[in-house]
T-cell receptor, first 111, second 114 residues
Framework: GNSVTQMEGPVTLSEEAFLTINCTYTATGYPSLFWYVQYPGEGLQLLLK?????DKGSNKGFEATYRKETTSFHLEKGSVQVSDSAVYFC??????????FGTGTKLQVIP | ETGVTQTPRHLVMGMTNKKSLKCEQHLGHNAMYWYKQSAKKPLELMFVYSLEERVENNSVPSRFSPECPNSSHLFLHLHTLQPEDSALYLC?????????????FGPGTRLTVL
C-alpha cells in the first residue's frame, strides 16, 4: 500500500533560517504529491502540490520538487518567519486510492 | 477561507449525550470526508462519501454515525462517546473521491468528552 514518511519534529529554527522538511513516499503508481499546512486552531490548508515527476510546486516562498528517482518531495524555504510556525503534512493521492498523509512535522520559528 | 465550514467549532459533551457535527462545502465537490485528529497520532480517515454514497468506513465504532443528505452537507452524529474520542474532527471535500485532487479542509470541531 501507499505510505508517506516525514521527518520527526518538532523543528525549531531562528527567524530567517533555511528550512528543509524531508518527505519520502511509497506508491504503487504515479501519485500527485502535496504539502498541507495547519496553523494553530485551524484545519489543514493546501500549501503546494506537484502532479508529475520533476514538477516544482511553490507558494509563499515554500518550494518542493517531485523527485521520482528518490521518491521524495522535500519542503524548503530560504528564510522562515515567525508566522510560518505551524504543522506541515506531506501527502499523496492516486487514482482509485485514498489520500495518504504523513504524520506531520511541527515547525516553531523563534524571533 | 477554504469553502468548507464546520459547526460547532468547539463542543463539550458528557458520555451520555447525543450531539451532531455539521459540515458544509460551497465548492461544488462530489466527495466529502470525516477525519479524526488526535494529539501525537496520524490523521485518521473515518468516512468517505462520494455522490452522497458512503464508500469507505474505516472500522469506526458505531457510536459515530455519518449522514450525507446531499453533496454539500455532511453530518457526524455522536452518541455515548468515550473520553478517548476527544479530538479535533475535520471535514474535507474534493471534486472526486479516490482521485489525484487535493482536499479542502474545514477548520474542525474541537470535541471534548467528559
Amino acid at each position: 500500500g501507499n505510505s508517506v514518511t516525514q521527518m520527526e519534529g518538532p523543528v525549531t529554527l531562528s527567524e530567517e533560517a533555511f528550512l528543509t522538511i524531508n518527505c519520502t513516499y511509497t506508491a504503487t503508481g504515479y501519485p500527485s504529491l502535496f504539502w498541507y499546512v495547519q496553523y494553530p486552531g485551524e484545519g489543514l490548508q493546501l500549501l503546494l502540490k506537484a502532479t508529475k515527476a520533476d514538477d516544482k510546486g511553490s507558494n509563499k516562498g515554500f518550494e518542493a520538487t517531485y523527485r521520482k528517482e528518490t521518491t521524495s518531495f522535500h519542503l524548503e524555504k530560504g528564510s522562515v518567519q515567525v508566522s510560518d510556525s505551524a504543522v506541515y503534512f506531506c501527502a499523496l493521492s492516486e487514482s482509485y486510492q485514498k489520500v495518504t498523509f504523513g504524520t506531520g512535522t511541527k515547525l516553531q520559528v523563534i524571533p | 477561507e477554504t469553502g468548507v465550514t464546520q459547526t460547532p467549532r468547539h463542543l463539550v459533551m458528557g458520555m451520555t449525550n447525543k450531539k451532531s457535527l455539521k459540515c458544509e462545502q460551497h465548492l461544488g465537490h462530489n466527495a466529502m470526508y470525516w477525519y479524526k485528529q488526535s494529539a501525537k497520532k496520524p490523521l485518521e480517515l473515518m468516512f468517505v462519501y462520494s455522490l452522497e454514497e458512503r464508500v469507505e468506513n474505516n472500522s469506526v465504532p458505531s457510536r459515530f454515525s455519518p449522514e450525507c443528505p446531499n453533496s454539500s452537507h455532511l453530518f457526524l452524529h455522536l452518541h455515548t462517546l468515550q473520553p478517548e474520542d476527544s479530538a479535533l474532527y475535520l471535514c474535507a471535500s474534493s471534486p472526486l473521491a479516490y482521485s489525484y485532487n487535493e482536499q479542502f479542509f474545514g477548520p474542525g470541531t474541537r470535541l471534548t468528552v467528559l
